[in-house]
């Protein structure tokens, strides 16, 4: 198992490499420069002594790293995006660094945001409050109706879960939240999530309550859909009907075979679940202004923020590739028959081995039906 480990820890760093480089890549490429608009800030400035926009513009692409500075301090060549690439991890690695916000006027709180890690994880806080309740309930009510709808499966509680499952799938969030807010201003709620402190708690609670509502219903009816065709699967399963033949009642069944056999997958689905609220919160967070990591996200992909982009990337990206291990090593312990296979470097050995054998093979043989055809037009020649 250990082997296996380490294997999939070395993948999660390599696939956390790329990643990570065709994102820098392609916005450093495509996206807009935020250099670009300090420079014209700063020309337009009425304290500007008549330098060009040209001329800013290169300065400051020295300051921020995006071009050379020659021995006499002038501005040189721009760098390459690759080797601006390999220049950001070599700073992550060498002193920790990983970047911040060029253009000032994109940082949301310039009072209270200094680096990186409080630009991105204060707001992270405001997401959690979200998320997080909304998995516990997603997660609980979703498996438990889920259960409940696979056991019934053709009743009047099965229809009524297969309705609701398929209105919440059909209806997307953007459409939910609007209605969901308009009631909340009926009912006093504010529409606006407060910053922690801003506001009494009863009023933070409340506030919080409708996105957290609107994002569960959504989490809520892909756990019910996957736990109720996971039930019927196992309670229609060959062996599922041998231990009713042999007297079991349907707790013994429920405890020995279908929460067995449901909750592998089902652990694997909870994680994916997490990530992806923590991660995919944007519209929920947008509609209901929350100050969360989504809006930070969100408004550093058109504003050309390499850096916020890169952070938010390798974050998530290692949040999720962490799960993936986790979640594959615990199936070991939530199920002992999965064994996990080491690959024998003899039997790549071998196989090389034997393929060499048979191009030789190959060739020989071909030589040898060359050598008979030329003898063989050779011979009639010399009958002619």
Known sequence: MFRYIRQRILFAIITLFIISFFVFILIAAFGPNPV????????????????TIEAILHRLEVDNGLRYANADGTPGERIPIFVRYFIYI???????????????ANNPDPS????????????????ILITLPTFIISTI??????VFAGYKRGKWFDNVSNLFVLFFIAVPSFIIAPIAITISIKLGISAVVPRIGDQPFGVVFLAYLPPIIVLSLSSLAAYVTYTRNQVISVLTSNYVLIAKTKGLNPTQIFFKYVLRNISIPLFSLTFGSFIGLLSGSIIIEKYWQV??????????????EIFVVMFSTL?????ALIAEIIVDVSFVL?????????????????????YLERRKLAKDFYKLE?????ANTNHTEGVK
């Open 36 to 51: 670009q608009q300090l420079a014209e800030k700063e020309f337009n400035n009425p304290n500007n002594k008549g330098g």
């Open 90 to 104: 070599g700073n992550i690695f060498t002193k920790g660094d990983f970047g911040f916000v060029i253009n000032p």
């Open 112 to 127: 209270n945001y200094h680096t990186m890690s409080q630009l991105f994880f204060t707001p992270l806080r405001y997401t």
């Open 141 to 146: 009510l979703g498996i438990t109706i889920g």
């Open 291 to 304: 100050p969360g990591t989504s809006s930070v996200i969100v408004s550093a992909f058109p504003s050309g």
């Open 315 to 319: 974050f998530f990206t290692f949040i």
């Open 334 to 354: 939530l199920d002992p028959k999965i064994k996990y296979a080491s690959a024998s470097r003899k039997n790549y050995y071998l196989f090389f081995k034997a």
């Open 370 to 374: 060359a050598a008979k055809q030329s």
